[in-house]
């Protein structure tokens, strides 16, 4: 038998999810996390799961990562000391960036602009110049590199990035950089501005390229020695690594372009959101992924995600394909708070973590959070991961008491106010990528999931008006599903400026074809046939004289003569779409892009026992909890116990190893096949079940 491993690391926990390829069955769990070395947990989930499950680690034949840790060397600050080389007269051009200042009004007062992660004592300017059409105007001056490199050498950097002028249309002079850096500076990591970003624009182009020098150290680091610990816990099993966009990549593309997988752990919990919702018959999804730290929201439409064409962790925002995902410091350990001087309520982004948690965990922790609010209202089992973790309700209401007592109020009505404010800040990042980008949130489906999500999901539908609302099986280590369930992906791009009056449709195809051989051979390199690859393309648009563009799907079908005339289509609309007008204007082309996909796993839906509407025989518990505003009496409900077709009325709460539901009074939750919890308001709220 063979089985496909998919592993999650996140802040709080590590999720894992075995499924076995023929039957489609799974075996799940969930251990902490361990920051100080992310590879612990996961060897010590592989041991816990394959041992439950009763299965020879050797069976598992492929094993698909979403991990954080390039992620987290940017918020951390701790990348590597990189060294830059750029063309005479750019040394300053980190430091000088794009004039834009977040924030509102006065927000240059206040905002602390981020250092560049190359110093500029770190830079180098070199002798030699490439034009626009990829001419060398300047021959490389070998002598002064040479002298600057070894002094570069000298200042103890730990990875070198080479961003030249126009490399994206000749990369003579970076390759030749290259070769005497690998001989004057040794064995540090090199990355090239025309392998990372082949593209113009200077600044994003450099900026990207150093970002992947900065954490291509400690991330190449990190994926061999998972990768070492994997060949003899699990021999013979073949390690990818999620990419930001949503598809996997081979551990040497990953160690070499890690930049490509800042948003992995995010992109994870989409995928498998989208495949979980397809069996149940949804394709316009949001999905609302909250966990121990923060919550991860995206848009997806017919089934496939939005992606865009930048990536942004912290202060840092590269150009860098990845699924539209929205992320706000809104989770289960965020800690709330009343400012002596407002007295108003607040909640996050400060997070308790892990370690020591949230209050209810007994680990040591003191502080409130929306976990303690949580468990104060009575929506949280007095244990999690199937009782090997106990929870302390008694802590957990000594957490809130204090803001009850800032806020004159009763500890039920301050532990509601977390909640309601934590959904309020979700809420923002839901509208982030559903009105501010056109979208109607009322036209999609609302999928939970992650270790909070469901207790919070009800609540956050209503805010929407987005329903039903969808709780998967299993919602904590959906992103683990995810990564297990995806499918490897390639994408080879290069700038190509052309107004759509100077080029022809054939020739537009041409270029693209290139770019196809060139993204599909990548994928062959990781033993995906060409018979096997689903190729796509997507051109980036502009009105000519506009200093953005737009990005615009191709399909195989438009590469025909027609090509130029069906993009201008689709540009214009989905010009009006964003900004409500298009204009009687010539397009031009920007950049051209190839995506290879390797093929989908054959991973079975498994069906659950069928019933009716009748779910009483699920029930286990019955208790009091506090709800708008109320106290009332709500059924606890064994989810592994639920049938199809029943039927559940809130106030209502379903339990399960990994997370909770909290169905909401004048809600109700019908079982489908597949055992998701499909939440939708009630036409008759007083038709009892």
Known sequence: MSYRLGVDVGGTFTDLLLIDEVSGQTHRAKVPSTPGDPSIAVLNGIELLTRRASIDPSEVTQVMHGTTVATNAVLEGKGARVGLVVTEGYRQILQVARSFVPGGLAGWIVWPKPEPLARLEDTIEIKGRIDARGQVIRPLDHVALRRELEDLGARGIEALTISLM?????????????????????????????????????????????????????????????????SQLTPGARLHILRSDGGLMGTEVASAAPVNMLMSGPAGGVSGAVWIASQAGYKDLLTFDMGGTSTDVALVQQAIPKVGRETSVGDLTIRASSIDVRTVGAGGGSIAHVPALTKALRVGPQSAGADPGPAAYGRGGTEPTVTDANMVLGYLPSGLLDGEMKLDGEAARRSIEPLAEALGIEVERAAAG??????????????????????????????????????????????????????????????????????????????????????????????????????????????????????????????????????????????????????????????????????????????????????????????????????????????EIYVEGERAVAHVYARGQLKANNRIVGPAIISEMDSTTLVLPAHEARVDVFGNLIINPMTDPKRLS
């Open 166 to 230: 126009n490399s994206f249309t000749n990369d003579e002079h970076e390759i030749a950089v290259a070769r005497l850096a690998e001989e004057i500076l040794g064995d540090i990591p090199i990355s090239l501005s025309s392998r990372i970003l082949p593209e113009i624009k200077e600044y994003e182009r450099t900026l990207t390229t150093v970002a992947n020098s900065y954490v291509r150290p400690r991330a190449s680091q990190y994926l061999r020695n998972l990768a070492t610990e994997l």
């Open 418 to 623: 977390v909640i309601d404010i934590v959904n309020e800040n979700m809420f923002g990042a839901l509208r982030l990528v559903s009105v501010q980008q056109g979208y109607d949130p009322r036209d999609f489906a609302l999928v939970a999931f992650g270790g909070a999500g469901p207790l919070h999901a009800n609540a956050l539908g209503r805010l929407m008006g987005s329903w039903p609302v969808i709780v998967p099986p299993s919602p904590g280590v959906l992103c683990a599903f995810g990564d297990a369930t995806t499918r490897l992906r390639s994408e080879s791009s290069h700038t190509y400026i052309r107004r759509f009056s100077e080029v022809s449709s054939a020739q537009v195809v041409a270029e693209l074809e290139a770019l196809r051989a060139e993204a599909a051979a990548e994928l062959t390199g990781q033993g995906v046939a060409e018979a096997e690859q689903e190729i796509g393309y997507s051109v980036d648009v502009r009105y000519h004289g506009q200093g953005f563009e737009v990005t615009v799907d191709v399909d195989a079908s438009m590469l025909t003569e027609q090509l130029l005339d069906a993009t201008r289509v689709r540009f214009e609309a989905e010009h009006e779409r964003l900004f409500t007008f298009a204009l009687d204007q010539e397009c031009e082309l920007v950049h051209l892009r190839a995506i290879a996909q390797g093929a989908r796993p054959t991973v079975a839906a498994l069906q659950i026992e069928t019933g009716d509407e009748d779910a009483s025989s699920a029930v286990i518990a019955t208790k």
